[in-house]
């Protein structure tokens, strides 16, 4: 970048109108180009004096501290875009993993086959290993070839809870 393009990009960099590029180019700039940083220096002063003139007249401040702090937290801003742009695009990758395996297991599985059928499958357990799934307390009746469920004894409550809860007309 060149001192007339840095100079012109002042204004827009103390209203925050630049983009993470622009800002980037301006920020090596200004921090290679001793005239560049001293145009900064003088209308960052002016900005920040217009700014705060209404605010408190009793106050001093030290506007070249201040505009380092400005220098610095932009240059660390850029930084956590940055790295934050690089964790989203591994974090997207990583998706687009899943659901390219998720979606081919399924076109695998498409006609007739099982799970332990496919390659995925195979390639995380290679030795045959089938996990047995067991279906419960299920049960299907022949005459309907529905499933019966059959309730756990244990989550039956014992009867005098019940009529301690106050629902002595009520007997389920």
């Known amino acids: 970048m060149d001192c007339k393009t840095a100079q012109s990009l002042v204004i827009p960099y103390i209203n925050g109108q630049l983009n993470d590029e622009e800002t980037e180019e301006f920020l090596e700039h200004i921090e290679n180009c001793k005239e560049c940083y001293e145009e900064l220096e003088i209308h960052f002063t002016v900005h ?8 408190d007249d009793r106050v001093s401040f030290n506007i070249p501290k201040m505009l380092k702090e400005n220098l610095k937290d932009a240059r660390n801003r850029i930084r956590r875009r940055k ?14 993993v899943f659901l390219l395996l998720t979606v081919m297991t399924q076109l695998e ?15 995380f357990y290679p030795d045959g290993e089938e996990t047995e799934v067991t279906e419960g307390d ?12 059959t ?3 244990r989550l039956e409550a014992p009867p005098d809870l019940w ?3 106050g629902h002595e007309d009520w007997i389920p």
């Open 48 to 55: 920040y004096a217009l700014q705060k003139l209404d605010e």
């Open 83 to 96: 790295i934050f742009r690089a964790v989203t695009g591994c974090v997207v990758a990583v998706a687009e």
């Open 109 to 123: 599985m498409f006609p007739e086959k099982n799970i332990g059928e496919t390659r995925l499958y195979r390639f």
């Open 138 to 149: 299920t049960e299907t009746d022949p005459e309907s070839e529905t499933e019966v469920i």
């Open 151 to 153: 309730p756990d004894a």
């Open 163 to 165: 009529l301690a809860s």
